[in-house]
Every structure is written in structure tokens, then in C-alpha cells.
């Protein structure tokens, strides 16, 4: 019996095994295509170094991918301070029109991104719904730091409350009756065991959001071309000057965010 038992082991062991490879394999395809694409542009950089000197010691360069930055950075906490309750209220309520909100959110990962740029302009532009109210009060939105942050929030903020939410999903609600019965508030149940548990989902989908968030460019174009940010300057040396002009300021990007997704990925595990 236990020699079948065994056998019984090592057969189901040998099927993930085989599973694991098949896996490896099929995945091998799309990590293979990023690393050639990536690659080739690292390598064909690599024998006009001084081009990629120049581009890191430019200030127009600098202050462009500044701006990426910093913008995408101030979407995302955005992002987090609304998108999180949000998904928190998704993940535990069941009421109707339910799928009629999370399918609004996920709107912006359907719709192009030229169209979510257009429809953004003509909310926020001079005699827009938004932009003209806010005009009087002297705040500016088009072609303007917060018309950056508006473009890179719209196209991002799917992938921040979509992530949270399965994160919150995963905890058990019994913890949360527990806590309670236990004489803990509402706001301290969450502050000290649903956040915490859910917590590396939402560090997860806060990395997926600023991430896309830098990379935006349509939106980002129709409703603030200035001031220039990363990838529209990227687009104005390509069609000015060509890929030689381009490139070093690609794989300089490329580089920073590289850098920092890397130790976000490391915060992220320590987490876990």
C-alpha cells in the first residue's frame, strides 16, 4: 500500500514537473521578445555612448524625464488615496449597478488613448465643464502640470483599483468579524488587519499605475504638450531628428525606471 502510495507521489510530482517546464517554456516566449526589443535598443545605444552621455547631461532631457516622474508619482497617490477606499467598498459590498461602476473603471483600459485624451480636453479646457469653473478660481489645466497628472490618472487609476480589490478579496472577512467582536472599530479593523493583509496587492497595483502612468503619451499630448514631458519629448527629437536623436533619451528613460521598478519589486517581496 504505501509502495502504490509512493508511486501515486512520484507520478502526480513528474506531472508538475512537466507542468512547470511546459510553463517555463511558453512563458520564455514573451520574456524573449521584451528582452530582444529592449535589448537591441541597449545595444545599438551602446555604440553611440557619447550620445547617451549628452542625453544624461542635457537639462531639457533631465527636466522632461523630471517631470515623468514626479507627475506619475502624484497620480498615483492620488490614485491610492481614492482608488483604495473604492476597492476596499467594491471587494466587500454587493448591491445593484455594481457592474455598471467597476465597468466604468475598467473603461479606460478599452477605450484608445487619443479618444480618452480628446474626451479629457474637452472637459478641462478653457470653456469646459470643469475647465471654466476652475478657470475663474485662477487654476489652469491645459498645458499645465495638473492637465499632466488628470491624463496620467484617467489612463491609470484602472490598474490600481482592480488590483486592490482582488486584494482585498483574498481577506477573509471572519478575520474582520473577529476583530470586531473583539470590541475594534470599523476604522481599526481596517488600519490593523484588512489593509495590512491586502497590503501587497495594493503596493502591486500602485507599481502597475505609476508605471503605466509615466508611460503615457496620447492624453498627455492633447491635454498639457506643455510642459514636455518624457515620452513627448522622445516623440519631437524621433520626428525631428530620427532614431539617433531619440534613442539616447529612450534608454535613459528605460534606465531610471528600470532602476526603480527593480527596487520597488524588492519592497514589494519584503512585504509579502
Known sequence: MRVQEARMGMKEKLKREKLFILSLFLGFFLVLLVFITLGNLFYKQAEDFSGLIAAATDLVVLKSIGISISMALVSTLIAFFFGVPLAYFLARKDFMGKSIIEGIVDVPLMIPHVV???????????????????RKLGIVITDAYPGIVIAMLFMSLPYLVDTAREGFKKVDPRLENVARSLGASHWRTFREITFPLAFPSILSGAILSWGRAISEFSAVLILAY?????????????????????????????????????ALRVLQRRSK
Open 116 to 134: 480618452a485624451g480628446i474626451a479629457l480636453y474637452g472637459v478641462f479646457m478653457r470653456y469646459g465643464m470643469i475647465g471654466a469653473p476652475l
Open 226 to 262: 506643455h510642459p514636455i514631458s518624457a515620452p513627448i519629448l522622445i516623440y519631437e527629437k524621433f520626428t525631428s531628428f530620427g532614431l539617433a536623436a531619440s534613442r539616447p533619451i529612450s534608454v535613459l528613460l528605460i534606465s531610471i525606471c528600470l532602476v526603480i521598478f527593480i
